[in-house]
């Protein structure tokens, strides 16, 4: 595929907001999880014992007026995360090259501003919802790409990706695709998740939440640490000879295996892998460094590295960072996408927190240890539920 330039981008995490606070945290191996204090709605029920990757800034961050009937926690932290790293000033730009009508909007997430959703149901007044949560603009799928839109201006296509903890990877794909139809000049892509009970809860009731900070790829893993995070970049076409950041390929892949559980041998993540590194024109071996999706669950680890040994040589430093933030769910893949082209620009590659004893299933390629060596090319795995696959390959030019 033609190359698309990223002219900018940025993430937001428990590690603190932007990119500086990112880099920082995680060159210096500073995590960003707590033990969880996000109060349940129900007033006897105590918070699950398990930690947590939370945002310190949403609760004091009101959005401004003209915004007032989109507050919620996700559209507080999509807030938040769009003011940071000169993106506002990145959007003006391309508006202004291409006009607000030719730039697209393409957003991920898993559950949106369902958060507001759950407490108006918490606070039902005779069978209604409470006034001040009375606004159809919060209680839909599509809420936050809506709202993306409008806090922008930007007018083009508008969509909003749902495919569980891929879903924010897979909007490269998708700006990709409509930049080669013509439909659009550039893209706005991103994606925003906010804890809320039905993260919480619903995952552990499938019996995922570790209740100690998640340990990816290490033998003695039990689960995953939850989080919330939000992030952004904007793409177009590249230029022939031009530097600075691209991407230059995607590949998506669905094994269809069980709704949570990969499939045993990672097919779907094999053909993921190397459905981007054919698009991009790049060999295994040119890749130098991949953040994994790495959950720190038994069974996603265990796949994610059988199709890591089968692909890449052992030269390769991949790690998972989500001993850093937590499993950001439908942001995941544009924070890791942020951690990837951090890496790019600096060649700190950062290794996998909390982690100690390696699992005997892991290849060479998964370090626990952080390393610097300059890179030319950078890869992101995103799966979700469901066998939804997704993995980018970035390149600095």
């Known amino acids: 595929m033609p190359p698309l330039a990223i002219r900018a981008y940025t993430a937001s995490t428990a590690l603190g907001l932007g990119l500086r606070a ?23 029920q105590a918070p699950l014992d398990c930690w947590i990757g939370r945002v310190d800034a949403i609760e004091a961050s009101p959005l401004p007026p003209s915004l007032a009937q989109w507050e919620s926690r996700n559209h507080r932290l999509a807030w938040l995360s769009l003011n940071q790293d000169d993106l506002p000033e990145a959007i003006a730009a391309a508006a ?17 501003s369902i958060g507001a959703t759950e407490e ?26 809506a709202f993306v839109a409008a806090a922008t201006g ?9 495919t569980a903890c891929s879903s924010s990877a ?36 499938l019996q995922l939440v570790s209740p ?26 590249g230029e022939a000879g031009a530097s600075g950041l691209q991407l230059r390929g995607y590949g998506e892949s669905s094994d269809a295996h069980h709704m949570s559980t990969p499939h045993p041998q990672g097919l779907g993540a094999r053909l993921a892998m190397a459905d981007a590194l054919a698009r991009a024109g790049v060999e295994a071996g040119e890749i ?14 265990q796949v994610e590295a059988l199709a890591v040994a089968a692909l ?48 005997p299933g892991n290849g060479p390629q998964i370090r626990f240890d952080n390393a610097r060596a300059p890179i030319r090319y950078a890869m992101n795995n995103s799966f979700g539920f469901g066998g939804n696959n997704c993995s980018l390959v970035f390149s600095r030019a």
């Open 96 to 112: 202004a090259r291409y006009g607000a009508e030719r730039v697209a909007v393409i957003v991920g997430t898993s559950t949106s």
């Open 288 to 301: 130098g460094y991949l953040n994994l999706h790495g959950t720190a669950t038994p069974a996603n680890d």
């Open 154 to 162: 930007l007018r083009g296509p508008c969509v909003t990706v749902a």
């Open 22 to 44: 990112q880099a920082s945290a995680l060159r210096e191996r500073r995590g960003g999880l707590r033990r969880n204090d996000f109060a349940p709605l129900a007033p006897d």
């Open 120 to 145: 108006a149901y918490a606070r039902l007044d005779d069978g209604h919802f409470p006034a001040d949560l009375a606004r159809p603009v919060l209680h839909t799928p599509h809420s936050i790409g």
């Open 212 to 237: 100690e900070p998640c340990m990816p790829f290490d033998a003695q893993r039990v689960g995953l640490s939850l989080g919330e995070a939000g992030g952004f970049a904007l793409l177009e076409r």
């Open 170 to 205: 897979k909007v490269f794909a998708q700006a990709a695709r409509l930049i080669a139809a013509g439909l659009a000049d550039a893209a706005l892509v991103g994606g925003v998740d906010t804890l809320c009970g039905s993260v919480l809860f619903g995952f552990n009731s």
């Open 312 to 359: 890449f040589p052992p030269h390769l430093h991949a790690s998972s960072t989500k001993g850093w933030t937590g499993h950001t769910l439908g942001a995941a893949g544009i924070v890791e996408s942020a951690f990837a082209l951090l890496a790019l620009e600096s060649g700190d590659l950062p290794g996998t927190l909390n982690s100690r004893d390696p699992d």
